[in-house]
């Protein structure tokens, strides 16, 4: 589904990815660990096309295709999701008006007709549910004033809602107390399937207690330096990050 | 210097005679009150003439285009319209009365008025002038004065038909009053000069759309005065939209006097025209009322959009929030200028007032000027302005829920509107607006910032 082979990335010229190399297939969750400024959040972004990332080497094929060549939005069309650590606020922009517009955009360009405002809030309501959010949240502005766990919540709901293939949760337990988190993972639990595959980007092990991992990759100073599955995590929960990079300088 | 000051002179005399062949046709010939305030208003004209980049009011604003055109202030009447031709302009649903002007003229047939109680008075100045001219004087120039600016005296020397509203005390309409001035035509370069007076006494409460727009391409100045007079406790809430052709020119004077515990809620939205400008000269006539006034401007290639504040605190425990928006687009260029004086005897006066503009092309321009003139010590005054592009994080954001980057563009530029169109009082206003907002957003072909 996913193929990334040995990207580089820089930012402002600084070399952040120095040769990543991964290989997702449907169903599977990835989880991607590593300390502060190892690149987590790069990866994440560079796969979703945000501005201010120069990929200065590699590639990375997404079922077949040039992902990098896409636009941001063909991205969405074709699938991927991320989910962010920091969901951006859109005053005036209200909540269920922005879930529309984007299911429909998705939609539209898989050739599907767009659902009209009596089928879309049948399926949003639904959608809330399954993922446990107060329905109270679609009236409001999108994340305009939401708490640290509201805007997360908004951000699993709109996954369950667009139904990507591939989604990715950069750092989704930041700034979430434990109840909030239970929520949250629960959310993202009910949305895996055998035809969709997740990367959880995280700092901590706490958020793999509830999203169980089929792998985990350690990202150190732009590179995978380790690969292996949930007791990976343990390990480092256990040690810490030192001893990996200790092992690779070795 | 010398073309501009032939141009001022060639104007101003076309005006004279503009002024001398039309003075016989307007209503009330026969009112001695409202003869001397037309005599003074056309003296005061005349002798000052049209502004110039020098005066400080104007310094953005060039009125040379303007100036060029000779005008006439009446055209030969248009194939009449019917009912389905106006429908599309209606901004109301539950409109307790609807007049209808065209070219300046009201339309009985187009207009009506319905369960108005008795006291209630709503029709069309002229016609209120000759059938009631006692109810008007003493209102008529009590909140604006004969002459206050050169372009209120041309209104006042000129004004031929508008609309009268006087709302009794303690009488609450059930419904909004909706007027629409429509202008039509290119054959003939007209200039317009519609009043507006209304009046609420102690305790009324009424809504009023003042709408503004075109039946096809019009090559129309119009120069409209309204004129607001509240008593105590008061409340009115004021709708205006101005979305008229590309080939118009529009300049709107308000002047608005507010009684004790009055509560006035302003919106005047503008959109149209090739140059547009709004006045809102606001007083507080006694202590502790309040004021709200919001603004939201468009404008694109070959526009220039102009809003012009002068709120005056005179008196203590008065309230005034004034928040105004603008997006810009193309070529586009705007000028705000929110001057907020607070008089020695106004304590505890409390304003706020704010301009935020969103530029979405690198060609677009925007001068804002707000200016808090304090003399009293004891008061809480703020402003703040912003001149912005579409966030970076919040466009990603978008896009990468699927949503096109055109309609991402839409989605926000109508996100930044809603915070003043969410308190519009009128559904019907506040869904067109959305709507006219949208369609310029996505005819607007220079929408490039990256």
Known sequence: MLSIKDLKVSVDGKPILQGVNLQIRPGEVHAIMGPNGSGKSTLAHVLTGREGYQVTGGEVRYEGEDLLGLEVEERAHKGLFLALQYPVELPGVNNMVFLREALNAIRTARGEPPLDAVQFIKLVRDKANAVNIDPELLKRSVNAGFSGGEKKRNEILQMALLEPKLAILDETDSGLDIDALRIVADGVNTLRAPHRAMIVVTHYQRLLDYIEPDYVHVLVGGRILRSGDKSLALELEEKGYGWITEEAAA | ?450
């Open chain 2, 1 to 450: 210097m010398n073309a501009v000051v032939r141009l001022q002179d060639e104007a101003r005399e076309r005006y004279r005679e503009l002024l001398a062949t039309t003075a016989q046709t307007l209503p009330g010939q026969d009112l001695d009150w409202l003869t001397a305030q037309r005599a003074e208003a056309t003296a005061a004209f005349l002798r000052q003439g049209f502004p110039t980049r020098k005066d400080e009011a104007w310094r953005y604003t060039s009125l040379d285009k303007l100036l060029q055109q000779t005008r006439v202030t009446k055209v030969a009447p248009l194939p009449a319209l019917n009912a389905a031709d106006v429908e599309p302009f209606r901004l109301t649903d539950n409109a307790v009365a609807r007049l209808v002007f065209v070219n300046g003229v009201l339309c009985p047939a187009l207009s009506h008025t319905q369960d108005i109680e008795t006291e209630v008075e709503i029709s069309g100045l002229r016609a209120a002038l000759e059938r009631t001219p006692d109810k008007i004087a003493g209102w008529l120039g009590r909140a604006a004065g004969t002459a206050p600016t050169r372009f209120a005296a041309l209104n006042t020397a000129l004004h031929n038909d508008g609309v009268w509203i006087y709302i009794p005390a303690g009488v609450r309409l059930v419904g909004p009053i909706e007027v629409l001035y429509l202008s039509s035509g290119t054959e003939v370069a007209l200039a317009l000069s519609p009043r507006n007076l209304i009046v609420l006494e102690n305790g009324a409460h009424a809504t009023v759309v003042e709408h503004y727009a075109s039946y096809g391409a019009a090559n129309c100045f119009t120069n409209s005065l309204t004129e607001v007079q509240l008593g105590e406790a008061a409340e009115m809430e004021h709708y205006r939209l101005q979305d008229e052709d590309a080939l118009a020119t529009h300049l709107s004077s308000l002047f608005i006097r507010q009684g004790r515990s009055s509560h006035y809620h302003g919106l005047g939205v503008s959109l149209g025209g090739t140059w547009s400008r709004t006045e809102y000269h606001n007083g507080f006539e006694q202590p502790n009322a309040r004021c709200d006034l919001d603004g939201l401007y468009v404008a694109g290639d070959r526009q220039l959009t102009d809003f012009h504040l002068d709120i005056r605190h005179a008196m203590p425990g008065c309230t005034s929030r004034e928040r105004f928006k603008g997006i810009l687009l193309g070529r586009g260029r705007a000028v705000f200028d929110g001057r907020i004086r607070v008089e020695q005897d106004a304590q505890q006066t409390d304003a706020v007032l704010t301009n935020h503009n969103l530029l979405l092309s690198r060609d677009a321009e925007v001068d804002t000027k707000p200016q808090l003139e304090i003399f009293a010590d004891d008061v809480k005054c703020a402003h703040g302005t912003t001149i912005g592009q579409l966030e970076p994080a919040q466009m990603f954001y978008l896009r990468s829920r699927g949503i096109r980057a055109e309609d991402a563009r839409r989605m926000l530029c109508l996100g930044f509107a809603t915070e003043l169109l969410a308190d519009c009082g009128v559904p019907g206003f506040r869904a067109q607006v959305e709507r006219r907002l949208e369609s310029r957003l996505l005819a607007e072909p220079a929408l490039e910032m990256e």
